[in-house]
């Protein structure tokens, strides 16, 4: 399983990206999926993240209402929506699949079996 990870950049605060993960090797149909961000010194937090079923998502406080998380099943390819981002949003970020069938959300890093290359956001104040 491969995950190629992409759209990160420099965007000035306010701005929006849109991150992409593609996935070779693996559906994402049946398993759950999330994305991370690793700030400088700091750990690796899951930032929004999706059951299996896609019912069920999960963000973190910081980003309600402003970063969404979908799948395009077609494409099998993942996406993070951000808008209205700030500079405290810097950082790498990673997309994850865990390796378990009808798995739902959970926040453990070393949960997640597969991982993306990360993509560096960076956000000018």
């Known amino acids: 399983v491969q995950l190629q990870a992409s759209g990160g950049g420099l965007v000035q605060a306010g701005g929006s990206l849109r991150l992409s993960c593609a996935a070779s090797?693996?559906?994402?149909?049946?398993?759950?999926m999330g994305w991370f961000r690793q700030a400088p010194g700091k750990e690796r937090e899951l930032v929004a993240g999706?059951?299996?079923?896609?019912?069920?998502?999960y963000y973190i406080d910081p980003v309600k209402g402003r970063f969404i998380i979908s799948v395009d099943n077609a494409q099998n390819t993942v996406y993070l929506t951000m808008n209205n981002l700030k500079p405290a949003d810097t950082a790498v970020y990673y997309c994850?699949?865990?390796?378990?069938?009808?798995?739902?959300?959970?926040?453990?890093?070393?949960?997640?079996?597969?991982w993306g290359q990360g993509t560096l956001v960076t956000v000018s104040s």
């Open positions: 994850a699949v865990r390796d378990l069938r009808f798995s739902t959300v959970v926040l453990d890093p070393g949960s997640y079996d597969y």
């Open positions: 090797g693996r559906t994402f149909s049946w398993y759950a």
């Open positions: 999706r059951s299996w079923t896609g019912r069920s998502t």
